[in-house]
């Protein structure tokens, strides 16, 4: 029977067409002028973001926090330009990951504002098991994006038993930008049990309309795949990566109608992996380290209108406490590349408790939280980051898109208790690292 089985499966393989060319981004409909915001914060928490510098002052970037309900883990965020010009996010949110009460929770911004709506709830566990006719233990890890027929597909990691490793996915679709939802439905990637599929980087199209959704698997070892889908939901195929052992959450940039690259989290803390393929994903190049570390963190990508590449990544060895973007040089390669840095400790010690609830509360206020609302938030993120001596500051999960009018967006999570945005003009020059002045020669003569 196994024999037979397996027979099968390689005559449906072999009588498959070959994946047609992949559908290039197109150019931005709308161009306008690059300027920060004219709207100013008006010290509410849903205030208008103002134009900062980056850390390293080389850029300039406008932000705040999209997540609205305090005191929550958030996590996992990821963003769809509507049609009107807004953009929707979406994220999981609950008393910890992996919680009973976890539900996928969205937000709007107003293109014109560019403020952002309070939260709602989307889908909870309780709404999933209705529709699947099965139980759901948890959720989390949604992706959103916009099909090429104009509707909205929202995908969700659920597992019913176990941990992350037993995850399956599910998805549903929206027609009106996502005021309303279809039924869920399981997306069925394995005809043997359908577990341990997860998904968190951005779907890319083909041609034809069939849409290429990069996965991970989890259960007993990790590796890559990127699954080939219909319009209609259903799996055609799935591709593994050679020698993506201990890589997850790959992330896929098409540069040309048959050529992408991928990038994926290192599950054993080394290098960011990467592979390429250069016939629309038929065959991939074997896993490889590039020159970047990668502290088993999230990252993400695009390709601008420009065909520039981006990545967002968190670029040390160790920890999630920098943030930064990649700009790839001309001919792709992120090797070499200065990083844009969007988020990083002045000191680089970490915080005793003490400051550390001081450093989040202060930001959290300057950007119109109540002292309630970031008593709350702060109290959420020392659950999850703080030890008995020292806190961790993480920025990750990144989520990078690019709108009709040139902008950058990037939303990722903040210290594990809110949601934060990032817009940004990607034609912007990067000034130079400041450099401290020469010591004096009085100075250098008493060394």
């Known amino acids: 029977m196994l024999v037979a089985i397996f027979c099968l499966a390689g005559w449906k393989v072999a009588g498959q067409s070959l994946a047609p060319d992949f559908q290039v981004p197109p150019l931005p409909a709308v161009a306008v002028a690059r300027t920060a915001p004219s709207v100013q914060p008006s010290g509410a928490f849903d205030s208008p973001p103002v134009q900062e ?28 330009e509507l049609h009107d010009g807004s953009l929707r996010a979406v994220w999981f949110s609950g008393s910890r990951e992996g919680a009973g009460d976890v539900a996928i929770k969205t937000s709007v911004m107003d293109q014109a504002s560019l403020r952002w709506s309070e939260e709602t ?4 566990r309780n709404m999933l098991q209705q529709d699947l006719w099965r139980y759901v233990k948890k959720i989390g890890n949604p992706v959103i994006a916009r099909m090429p027929d104009g509707s909205l597909v ?13 995850s399956s996915l599910s998805w549903t679709r929206s027609m009106d930008d996502g005021l309303t939802w279809g039924a869920v439905r399981r997306l069925v990637t394995s005809p043997f049990l359908n577990i341990s599929t997860l998904a968190k980087g951005a779907p890319v199209f083909y041609q034809n309309g069939q849409i290429g959704l990069p996965v991970y698997h ?7 795949e990127i699954l080939r889908i219909s319009p209609q939901g259903k799996v055609i195929d799935k591709i593994r990566v050679p020698d993506s052992q201990q890589s997850l959450q790959p992330v896929m940039l098409v540069t040309a109608a048959r050529q992408a690259q991928l990038y994926m989290r290192s599950g054993s803390s080394t290098a960011v992996m990467a592979s390429s393929t250069s016939d629309a994903g038929i065959t991939w190049s074997p896993a490889r380290a590039t020159a970047w570390p990668n502290p088993d963190s999230a990252l993400a990508g695009t390709v601008t209108a420009t065909g520039q590449p981006w990545l967002a990544l968190n670029p040390k060895p160790r920890h999630r406490e920098t943030l930064a973007l990649l700009q790839a040089a001309p001919g792709g390669a992120f090797e070499g590349a200065s990083p844009w840095i969007v988020e990083s400790p002045a000191d680089p010690a970490r915080p005793k408790p003490g400051d550390y609830e001081r450093l989040l509360g202060d930001e959290l206020r300057a950007r119109g939280a109540s002292s309630a609302q970031a008593r709350a938030d702060v109290d959420s993120a020392k659950r999850q980051l703080c030890g008995l001596d020292s806190c961790a500051r993480e920025f990750s999960y990144p989520y990078l898109l690019q709108s009709r009018d040139g902008y950058l967006h990037l939303v990722y999570t903040w210290h594990r208790s809110r949601i934060k945005h990032v817009r940004l003009d990607p034609s912007q020059v990067l000034q130079p690292v400041a450099t401290p002045s020469a010591p004096s020669h009085a100075a250098s003569a008493t060394h």
């Open 218 to 224: 989890e259960f007993i070892t990790k590796f890559a």
């Open 154 to 166: 929202l995908w969700m990691v659920n597992v019913s038993l176990g941990g992350w490793a037993g």
């Open 121 to 124: 709830t989307l889908f909870d």
């Open 53 to 80: 510098q980056s850390p390293d002052g080389r850029f300039h970037f406008d932000a705040r926090f999209i997540s609205s309900a305090p005191g929550r883990a958030v996590h996992a965020a990821s963003l769809v």
